[in-house]
């Protein structure tokens, strides 16, 4: 029977140096491990930087769509030692649609000396159809003052205004004068049809007088004009 062979000095020798070798390797291996983890560390993309607070705060305070009534505050009364007296001048308020941060769109205004518009605006100025209230006596009860055309915050195109004497007039405006075709009714029942020039009769008219008077012809400067009938 044959004994088991031993292995020679030599042998042995290079299993040692090929085991050495590849512990060597091994460490190095680990070694090279670590460091790639540190530089992935230290290279790590940085965060996307913040938006400024103040920044945020403003994108919130832009107008836009319907928001809630809005409320700006009066003016201080200021004393006869230019000191505030603690009393403000009465405020506004807005309650309707924004964009870009101006009124746009329908909404309701009241302003400081108690009108109210209630219509559609226009980069921030009444522009379109609306109606114009204003107070009245020490209730300050609001009377209808003007239904009709709005342009760049201006009296335009077909509207009516009541007058507060009773009188009233219907017909077409111009950047906020009565212009072009019309009818006056006056308070003690005049009644004038006809043309107007900047706010004054001017033009083709008759005026129809509450005593059964007529006169149809032509005005000027708010002044019969030649032969009438």
């Known amino acids: 029977m044959l004994a088991p062979a031993t292995p020679s000095r030599s042998g042995l020798a290079a299993s040692r140096s090929l085991s050495t070798g590849l512990s060597k390797g091994s460490s190095v291996d680990q070694g090279h491990a670590l460091d790639m983890t540190r530089y992935a560390s230290k290279t790590k993309k940085p965060e996307a930087k913040k938006e400024p607070l103040w920044r945020t705060h403003d994108a919130k305070a832009q107008k836009t769509g319907q928001r809630g009534t809005i409320y700006w505050v009066g003016k201080s009364i200021i004393g006869e030692d230019g000191q505030p007296t603690g009393v403000h001048l009465r405020g506004a308020s807005y309650n309707g649609e924004w964009q870009d941060n101006k009124k746009e769109g329908y909404g309701v205004q009241v302003y400081p000396n108690g009108e109210k518009y209630e219509g ?110």
């Open 120 to 229: 559609q605006w226009g980069s921030g100025l009444r522009h379109g159809e609306g109606t114009l209230w204003v107070p009245v006596g020490k209730a300050q009860k609001l009377r209808k003052l003007y239904v009709g055309g709005w342009v760049n915050d201006k009296r335009h195109g077909k509207g009516t205004c009541y007058l507060k004497n009773g009188e009233s007039f219907h017909g077409y405006w111009d950047n906020g004068d009565m212009h072009g075709e019309g009818t006056l009714r006056y308070e003690n029942g005049d009644l004038y049809v006809g043309e107007w020039h900047v706010g004054q009769r001017s033009g083709q008219g008759t005026l129809n007088k509450a005593n059964g008077d007529c006169y149809e012809g032509y005005w000027l400067n708010d002044k019969r004009e030649g032969n009438g009938s």
